[in-house]
């Protein structure tokens, strides 16, 4: 059929959607377009059931399949290395979350994770079903954003559980999709539980929902957990390993990862250098993060790391920047000029994330001297951190405005 052409699944796959959007094909094939978007760009390998559906769509008279089949074996031994170093990867934040979180898991916090009852869907939900979720996912994601953690918790978390019931029942045809939801999800519901407080809890939370982007073939999300998960290390003090996973995540990132994502993870790793002393390598992956961006907006870029933008790097960079400047003060002026015009570009629905931003400029401020704008700067995270119930924000927001 394929005659000697040599060609890729990605490539016929773009060739014969030619104009049609990936919104069109989505409705034609019951796939989402960010699906169709990673396999075209070779973020994801194809399943023969995603591939039928696509070859159906299109009209390929077994084509796509073909290629699917051949892609998948020949990605045998490469897949292999790879969920091998995923796997490790993942043993290895099992071994760090029981060594430095798990010793202090309180009861009353793994209640709220576990207290929610589950309700069972239809093994055969459909793409409106699918759609429904995405859409419920990205509400719960603006209400916290707007209010906070504490207002979207408790439906976050049970909106996971249903993902979860639904991916115990599904077919085979339903599973990938379903797990990446589930990564989404989860991932989510880690971040609400660590901006609650509850270090320990949230890591079990991400630690999963790598698992299930493991299950979906999806790279660019596994890479973004584990990036999470790095962040609580350094949070917690502990530099060395979080470096460590940070490195591991952008290793088995490679090019294949989203853009967005490792320009993320890449500012994130920059903090982890700074929090260790080292501006040389702090400024080279902040200059990949930067680099990186300038190819994340392709128009799919994955939900989970939608915030990315200039204003996010800036963040991280003025992070970077006062960890540095705690030994060296001529760091300093960059991390206020980068914090100032994350503050003034900062994003009027990201309310809840203001209180990060004002707080690492209230620390720049007090660290050049100027104590009055910091006072008013950390007194205004303060009130955002209040008002969102941020224990997070607001236990480093109480710290600045008492140094």
Request: charged letters at 20%.
């Amino acid at each position: 059929m394929l005659g000697d052409i040599e060609m890729t699944f990605a490539a016929e796959l773009r060739r014969r959607r030619d104009t049609m959007t990936l919104r069109e094909l989505g409705r034609r094939a019951a796939c989402s377009k960010s699906i169709i978007s990673d396999l075209e760009h070779e973020r994801r390998s194809p399943t023969i059931p995603i591939a039928l559906s696509l070859d159906k769509a299109l009209r390929a008279d077994g084509t796509l399949v073909l290629l699917a089949q051949r892609q998948r074996a020949s990605n045998e031994t490469a897949q292999a290395a790879t969920d091998s170093a995923t796997d490790s990867l993942l043993q290895e934040w099992d071994d760090m979350w029981r060594r430095d979180f798990l010793k202090s898991a309180g009861a009353a916090s793994a209640a709220l994770t576990t207290s929610m009852g589950t309700l069972s869907l239809p093994a055969e939900g459909g793409r409106d079903l699918m759609d429904a979720h995405i859409a419920l996912r990205a509400a719960h994601g603006r209400l916290d954003n707007l209010r906070g953690a504490s207002a979207v918790y408790a439906h976050a978390v049970g909106h996971h559980q249903q993902i979860i019931a639904w991916h115990a029942t599904a077919t085979a045809s339903e599973q990938q999709q379903i797990s990446a939801l589930a990564a989404d999800t989860g991932g989510f519901v880690g971040f609400l539980t660590y901006d609650l407080g509850m270090a320990e809890n949230a890591a079990a939370h991400y630690r999963n929902a790598a698992t299930h982007a493991r299950q979906a073939g999806d790279l660019s999300s596994c890479v973004n957990l584990i990036g999470q998960m790095s962040r609580i290390l350094t949070d917690q003090g502990h530099y060395d390993r979080a470096l460590a996973l940070a490195d591991r995540a952008l290793h088995l990132a490679g090019t294949k990862a989203h853009p967005a994502v490792r320009s993320w993870v890449h500012a994130v790793r920059a903090h982890h250098h700074a929090c260790l002393g080292d501006a040389r390598t702090t400024q080279t992956d902040l200059a990949t993060a930067w680099k990186l961006l300038n190819r994340a907006d392709d128009g799919e870029t994955p939900p989970y790391i939608g915030y990315l933008g200039p204003a996010e790097l800036n963040k991280w960079t003025g992070h970077a920047m006062v960890r540095l400047g705690q030994k060296h003060q001529s760091f300093l002026p960059t991390g206020q000029k980068v914090l100032d015009e994350a503050r003034a570009t900062w994003p009027a629905a990201i309310v809840r994330g203001s209180a990060e931003v004002l707080t690492a400029s209230a620390r720049i401020y007090a660290a050049r001297g100027d104590r009055d704008t910091a006072a008013h700067l950390a007194s205004q995270a303060v009130s955002v951190a209040t008002h969102t119930g941020s224990a997070r924000n607001l236990r480093a927001a109480l710290t600045a405005l008492s140094g």
